[in-house]
């Protein structure tokens, strides 16, 4: 069975740009998770979409945006980018939102 | 706020030596708790966790978590690791209701020697 898939893997961009990462949950999953996770921490929540509704937000600017489709695959958009914004980009996936998340391998985002 | 502390954040031992990792949380209401691990250059994947019931949990590859309420604590233990156990080791706690989001240690970095 095909796990969380992220694309693209890795992503060079520079200051000011936009950068849109996306994810394909589980089969059959219909909450999807971001986090964003520095280098030397923990994962720290960006969002949480369940049935195509945003249903938490974590401690993130309004740069940074996020949406849900009908197939239940995401979008996370990072607008106007900061050096401060590299990072590994994680999307986790569950069958509803209190289960259990399982993560995909991430998008390494670069920003010059 | 919720958090989650790891206290050790650099472990080194010796194949067959035996392994506990601490972590604790604070939040007052009812959680559900995770231990996640990450292989080097693999993504993060699901040793173990606890919902209810039992608060000794058991999970993959012989590892196996104790929930202490009183304490806050959900510490991994393993009674001998291996040198493929060399990996970072994270713990995680969501709350049992509301957004259900998952707030995650700094986590451990676990070194075996072979």
């Known amino acids: 069975d095909a796990g969380v898939t992220q694309s693209p893997t890795h992503l060079i961009k520079t200051r000011g740009q936009h950068v849109t990462l996306r994810c394909s949950p589980i089969s059959g999953h219909k909450s999807v998770s971001w986090y964003q996770q520095v280098l030397g921490q923990g994962p720290q929540f960006i969002f949480q979409y369940y049935e195509k509704e945003e249903r938490g937000r974590g401690n993130f600017p309004d740069r940074f945006s996020a949406r849900q489709f009908p197939n239940y695959s995401s979008e996370l958009n990072v607008n106007a980018l900061l050096l401060g914004d590299s990072a590994l980009y994680l999307c986790a996936s569950s069958f509803s939102q209190q289960e259990t998340q399982y993560f995909g391998p991430g998008t390494r985002l670069l920003v010059l | 706020a919720q958090s989650v502390s790891q206290h050790n954040h650099h472990v080194i031992l010796s194949e067959a030596a035996s392994l506990e990792l601490g972590c604790n949380y604070s939040?007052?209401?009812?959680?559900?708790l995770f231990w996640y691990v990450q292989y080097p250059g693999q993504h993060l994947q699901l040793l173990l966790k606890y919902f209810s019931g039992d608060p000794l949990v058991k999970g993959i590859k012989g590892f196996e978590a104790e929930f202490i309420k009183s304490k806050f604590s959900f510490n991994l233990r393993k009674p001998s690791v291996q040198w493929s156990d060399t990996a970072e080791y994270f713990c995680a706690v969501n709350e049992a209701w509301g957004t259900y989001k998952y707030i995650f240690g700094t986590g451990t970095r676990l070194k075996v020697l072979a």
């Open positions: 939040y007052g209401g009812t959680v559900n």
